[in-house]
């Protein structure tokens, strides 16, 4: 893909991202006096729904453009259950900032789209035909455009269509950006595509808006990589995977003769606590380099074993969301849903178990586990292989496979488990991440678990080629781009 692009406001930085030479635009809140010219012909924001991303967004954007004339109006059907908490956020009738949401559309000069994905499949040609000509259509996710290349449906021809896709859930969009109004550097990171441009505007609205919402830095990519990246990430590393491998590794310790809280504190909490604090500030290699020799010889064959099965799932799940069956099953569950919502998955014997754990929690006592590691970094750099070959920028792939994953989700879940995570996630993503965790489970248990039994599972080549990845150094990079604080979960 093209990664070059030029903005007639914002600083853009050439980087090397691992083999790749890509372009950034580097936020902060020094950029906001910046904000109104970029935002050029936009007077009203209108932000569409009140789900993840919704409130997180429509505040962030309500106090950067503060004072700039530029009004920000959430859009909410009148009969929503969510129209008393955008007030009690501070959006209201009586000053313009909240109104039904066909007439927010067709009034605002920016509508992001931040509705369900459900409900974007079933009202996009209302909005469409809501929104005015030369009016610009904002995506914080592919998704829209999976579905009109399903129906053989296109976007407006008269509107600019943008994208800017954050690399978090909308809790921890707004609570870096509170984090950041005292701590310099604090945000979550942003990708941003421009579909269509009719009036070589485009470009700059959505870095204005990743900026606004406060993305300390914005990279470049598409609206059909981001929901290939997106939607098969969900399902892959950043929830399915890991739920898969939790469920998987809990059994395992507990043959090996661990206590049920021993087992999960070695997979789950070891995942979510120091392998994921690890990876954050030292990469992958750096849970490696870390390690003990002895260690490093049983991360070795949990890796070795580890990597194909997870590859052969993360293929499959990639097929699936490029032919568009997996955005078919995602239509057609919602439409069960309406009929049988989805139960909650956090009431196992698993579970229940690592709500004790939790309540006793002492961090300090949390081992890097060295097998639990070995898998873990087994999915990730299977997934970085496959988005690699796929051709995605490498920016896209660290940001879905690893980053998303240690500072944004893992933080959440080792505050609240990883099946709670799952059950308070988007639909398409809960949807995804039920439906293939079981796979991971049970393909390790098939092909890996029987390596492990024989005392083997070591690939010299494998492991050759993952300490010489260029993947290295797109994260030496990417860890000077994290947010400067962790995010703060309660």
Not at 5 to 21: L, M, T
Not at 36 to 64: C, H, M, T, Y
Not at 193 to 221: C, H, M, N, R
Not at 300 to 312: H, S, T, V
Request: with cysteine; hydrophobic share 40%.
């Amino acid at each position: 893909m093209n990664t070059t692009f030029k903005s007639r406001v914002f600083a853009v930085e050439k980087v090397q991202f691992g083999p790749n030479e890509e372009y950034v635009v580097r936020g902060g809140r020094h950029l906001f006096p910046l904000l109104p010219k970029a935002f050029d012909g936009i007077r009203q924001i209108g932000v569409l729904g009140w789900g993840s991303q919704g409130p997180a967004q429509a505040q962030n954007l309500r106090d950067s453009l503060e004072g700039t004339g530029i009004r920000v109006k959430v859009g909410l059907r009148q009969n929503s259950s969510s129209w008393k908490l955008a007030e009690a956020a501070g959006f209201r009738t009586e000053n313009g900032t909240l109104g039904e949401m066909m007439d927010v559309a067709r009034e605002s000069d920016l509508v992001l789209l931040l509705i369900s994905d459900a409900a974007q499949a079933e009202l996009y040609p209302q909005i469409f035909k809501a929104l005015k000509p030369g009016a610009t259509l904002g995506l914080s996710h592919g998704f829209l455009l999976a579905v009109l290349k399903i129906h053989g449906d296109k976007f407006p021809a008269n509107i600019n269509v943008i994208g800017v896709c954050p690399k978090g859930m909308g809790p921890s969009v707004r609570r870096l950006y509170e984090q950041g109004k005292h701590i310099n550097g604090a945000g979550i990171n942003t990708s941003f595509a421009v579909e269509q441009d009719i009036d070589g505007k485009a470009t700059d609205y959505a870095l204005a808006w990743s900026i606004a919402i406060g993305a300390p830095f914005t990279f470049q990519t598409t609206l059909e990589k981001e929901y290939l990246s997106d939607i098969f990430g969900e399902r892959a590393v950043l929830l399915g995977a890991v739920h898969g491998i939790v469920e998987f590794l809990f059994r395992h310790y507990q043959a090996q003769g661990m206590s049920p809280e021993e087992a999960f504190v070695h997979a789950t909490e070891s995942i979510t606590g120091p392998i994921s604090k690890t990876i954050s500030r030292k990469g992958l290699i750096g849970v490696y380099n870390s390690l003990s020799e002895k260690d490093k010889e049983i991360f070795r064959k949990a890796y070795g074993a580890a990597y194909r099965p997870n590859y052969e799932i993360h293929r499959e799940i990639y097929d699936e969301v490029a032919s568009g069956n997996e955005i078919r099953s995602v239509i057609l569950a919602n439409k069960r849903i309406e009929a049988m919502p989805m139960a909650k998955i956090d009431g196992t014997f698993m579970w229940k178990t690592g709500e004790k754990v939790r309540a006793q929690r002492n961090e300090a006592a949390i081992p890097l586990e060295p097998f639990t590691a070995g898998v873990y970094i087994a999915c990730m750099m299977a997934q970085i292989d496959l988005l690699a070959e796929k051709g995605h920028a490498y920016s896209e792939i660290v940001n879905e496979s690893v980053i998303e994953a240690v500072d944004s989700l893992n933080p959440f879940m080792h505050f609240k488990g990883v099946a709670y995570m799952v059950d308070n996630c988007s639909i398409t993503a809960r949807l995804g991440a039920r439906k293939w965790a079981s796979r991971y489970d049970y393909i390790l248990m098939q092909e890996a678990e029987p390596l492990w039994a024989e005392g083997k599972g070591e690939d010299e080549a494998l492991m050759q080629k993952f300490l010489e990845h260029p993947v290295h150094g797109a994260l030496s990079v990417a860890a000077s781009m994290r947010p400067s604080v962790d995010i703060a979960v309660q």
